[in-house]
């Protein structure tokens, strides 16, 4: 499982030394007490996984750290109101706070589409990020995005959990809310699918030869 | 070729890719929504909702552990001090005297004179001898969005909204802060939000006292604002020369005669504009409102319109 403790290099915050070295249970049980140290050492240490889910959602645009935020906020309401008790495995702990990046990107782009049919649709719109990458490998991104929007929801979903986050299969199973068996046949069905639309694909084409794209 | 492994291989270049623009994106990121912002509205939410739920208490938590953290200190400062700066207002608006504290039919006399309700002795010492000038580059009084009852701080203004009404204890009325709109987006997310019953007196006020108590306001023509009625407000500015003398003003006889117009709001979000040259004192051949001696600005509703519901949004200077 990848860790993401490389996320806290991104941020200018530096965990105290005791939140660092908190165990799993030990942060369950300081989420559980709304303990605000807790709750940025989860917000840390999984806003990079929270972000990927939304961005291969929603794309790669700058209002994605909002989204972001409004899942942990999500995930603290239910806490503080104590419809959930959080998980004392991290392996749980991202399963959960997935599913509300999901419930939430789910939402957003509805939002989105619904403004995007009104007039005043630009103002809403969020601008793309654009930097950083070089301009063959955003056409591969916007490609392979173009593409996957193709796959129905229950095929999407899987294969970006597990192949873009690198989650374990049971992850994805209690992320998305289907059994293991379930998981695994769907990401068969889309990992067919989309090697096929990629073959038909200008651009992702050769990244499937021997070589190719790299 | 294994398509197996050239699957993979796909995968894989596109797992790579998609870090590299998370990670890439993150400077643009962090300029469209600075991070501090989030960070302490995370902590806030996190010591609202232990507020009300199992705690682990502030007093018991290791000292150092929080002071280790500059931006908690800082940001509780900043909270501590802004929280200071609300309640002397607060305090001192409540020591004023309100736009419309009397009942009408109670004025006396019924017609009142030209020069009545703005009358000013020569000997008193002028109010507006100390007064910030708008110079008409920030006409945005207060769009909300900012969540709190401060008006924005732009061209020497500054005032808390507040209401009270005629059933309330005199002088004893709270700041009023903005709601969250119920189909609130990311641009507008807060508005003044008031309702009530059916009030007998003078009715209600909704309202910011400007400080300095004069506030010259002559590079705008009037009033803008959004509303969601229905309803029936009068948009009132208050003058220095309306206000008693022993509350700062220069009034000695009918005071509190604001310059006003009445505005019937619509059931659905519209613009209404108000020129400063259509407010109107009761009575008939008062003067008009002098736009450059300005106390504050208000929303009146009258008992005649109560029960009321309605939503302020974007409240502006319209400029000349």
Redesign the interface.
């Known amino acids: 499982m990848r860790q993401l403790s490389s996320c806290l290099t ?4 530096e965990p ?1 030394p ?1 939140l660092r070295q908190m165990g799993e249970d030990d942060l369950s049980t ?1 989420l ?6 807790a ?2 050492t989860l ?1 840390l240490d999984h806003r ?1 996984l929270v ?2 889910v939304l ?2 959602y929603l794309g ?1 645009v ?5 989204v972001t ?1 409004e899942v ?2 999500r995930a ?2 239910l ?2 109101s ?1 419809k959930v008790r959080p998980s004392g495995d991290a392996s749980g702990m991202r399963a959960w706070l997935v599913a509300i990046a999901l419930r939430l990107a789910r939402a957003e782009r509805r939002r989105r589409a619904k403004h995007r049919s009104d007039r005043r649709a630009a ?2 719109e969020p601008a793309a ?1 654009t ?3 070089d301009p063959e ?2 056409q ?2 916007r490609r ?1 995005q173009a593409l996957l929007a193709k796959l129905p929801e229950r095929l999407r979903v899987p294969w970006v959990l597990r ?2 986050e ?1 989650m374990t299969l049971e992850e994805v199973a209690a992320s998305t809310g289907v059994s293991l068996a379930t998981v695994k046949r769907h990401l068969t069905q889309a ?1 067919t699918r ?2 096929r639309l ?1 073959r038909c694909d200008a651009v ?1 084409r050769e ?4 070589g190719g ?2 | ?1 294994n ?1 197996h492994t ?2 993979a ?7 790579e ?13 962090r300029a ?2 600075e ?1 501090w912002r ?2 302490w ?3 806030q ?3 609202r ?2 507020a ?5 208490s502030l007093a018991s938590r290791d000292w150092r ?1 929080l002071f ?2 500059r ?2 200190v800082v940001a509780l400062a900043g909270a501590i001090l802004v929280l200071i700066v609300v309640v002397y207002v607060a305090g001192g608006s409540a020591r004023r005297v309100p736009i419309a504290t009397e009942p009408l039919h109670a004025r006396q006399p019924q017609v009142p004179t030209p020069a009545a309700s703005s009358s000013r002795p020569a000997a008193l010492r002028d109010p507006c001898q100390v007064s910030n000038r708008g110079d008409g580059s920030h006409p945005e009084i207060d769009d909300f969005e900012d969540g709190n009852p401060l008006i924005e701080a732009a061209e020497g203004r500054f005032g808390v909204w507040s209401m009270f009404k005629d059933s309330d204890t005199p002088g004893n009325f709270e700041a009023l802060t903005p709601t969250r709109l119920p189909n609130a ?3 507008n997310r807060y508005a003044l939000h008031v309702s009530g019953g059916e009030l007998l007196d003078w009715g209600a006020s909704i309202q910011f006292d400007l400080r300095p108590s004069c506030y010259d306001a002559g590079a705008y023509s009037g009033l803008s604002f959004r509303a969601k009625g229905p309803g029936r407000v009068y948009v009132g500015v208050r003058q220095i020369s309306v206000v008693p003398v022993e509350y700062g003003g220069t009034c000695t006889k009918d005071c509190y005669n604001v310059h006003q117009k009445k505005v019937d709001l619509s059931a659905r979000w519209e613009t209404y504009t108000v020129a400063f040259s259509d407010m109107r004192q009761r009575g008939y051949g008062t003067p008009q409102l002098d736009a450059s001696r300005i106390n504050g600005v208000g929303f009146l509703v009258q008992p005649a319109d109560t029960p009321y519901d309605f939503w302020i949004d974007d409240v502006k200077f319209v400029p000349r």
Do not use: C, K
């Open positions: 991104h941020d200018d915050i105290l005791s300081r559980g007490r709304m303990q605000t140290e709750w940025e917000y990079r972000r990927g961005a291969s790669y700058a209002d994605l750290e909002d935020q942990f906020e603290l309401d806490v503080a104590g103002e809403f990020v930097s950083g990458l490998s955003w591969v991104l392979a192949h873009l690198h990992n989309f090697a990629a992702l990244h499937l030869t021997e794209g790299s | 070729m398509e050239a699957e291989r796909l995968a894989a270049r596109l797992a890719l998609h870090d590299a623009a998370l990670v890439s994106g993150e400077p643009q990121i469209y929504r991070s989030r960070r509205h995370l902590a939410r996190a010591r909702a232990a009300n739920g199992p705690i682990d552990l280790a953290r931006w908690l987006t990311r641009r």
